[in-house]
């Protein structure tokens, strides 16, 4: 079992939508995550983390935690044409380690 | 405040030379993480560095790939006598210290085995 999986996509959706994106992971021991948005040929860009469980806002940037069922989220309100791009979600690969593991990411596209 | 510097943006190789990718972090970081991306997947982790040490390589292929973060100058990633499944982007992010649980990316090395 990978420790994130993420649906792979594409998702498409028309501007002005709100998007789920979705993470489930696999390691109870996980304390924060991460989201980060990936353009094409692009290096991941940090969008937002979280330490616990609730949700945590950032302009039409949501993430929300469930640790009990171990599932991550990152809503998107009033989608642009901008936001097309890769979704990742991360989390710490083990207990102590720094390092980031990713999630394969979900590929968006709003369409105009 | 520039950001994470990675170069050379494209590196073909042919098979068997040598691959050597920079990283430059960003001002005041002292941490580099590399991570391999091949097409359609996710990063996967490489190796952690600070400066001179390297703290985690648990995610580095045993043979032919190596690391390093001298005092001086950027880190390298090098790769010896490459293979067509050598071909990936790889990014290097950095952060400023231990407490830091943000790390910033740069915009990668494609490398293409030939």
């Known amino acids: 079992q990978k420790e994130v999986e993420q649906d792979p996509g594409p998702l498409s959706v028309p501007e002005g939508a709100i998007v789920s994106l979705n993470c489930t992971y696999s390691n109870s021991a996980f304390q924060y995550f991460m989201w980060y948005r990936q353009y094409s040929r692009k290096g991941p860009e940090l969008l937002m983390y979280t330490y616990s469980s609730g949700n945590k806002e950032d302009g039409r940037f949501t993430a929300q935690v469930d640790k009990s069922s171990k599932y991550i989220s990152l809503f998107i309100r009033d989608s642009q044409p901008s936001d097309s791009a890769t979704y990742l979600c991360?989390?710490?690969?083990?207990?102590?380690?720094?390092?980031?593991?990713f999630g394969s990411g979900t590929r968006l596209q709003v369409q105009p | 405040n520039a950001g994470v510097m990675q170069n050379p943006r494209h590196l073909v190789r042919r098979r068997g030379q040598e691959a050597r990718l920079r990283c430059s972090p960003m001002k005041g970081h002292s941490h580099v993480y590399w991570y391999r991306q091949l097409p359609e997947e996710g990063l996967k982790f490489m190796v952690y560095l600070q400066k001179e040490n390297i703290i985690d390589e648990s995610g580095m292929p045993k043979e032919r790939f190596s690391a390093e973060f001298p005092k001086e100058g950027p880190s390298i990633l090098r790769i010896q006598q490459v293979v067509r499944g050598d071909s990936a982007a790889y990014f290097c992010a950095s952060s400023p210290d231990i407490r830091s649980t943000e790390a910033f990316f740069g915009q990668g090395t494609r490398l293409t085995v030939v």
């Open positions: 991360a989390a710490p690969g083990r207990t102590g380690r720094r390092a980031l593991t």
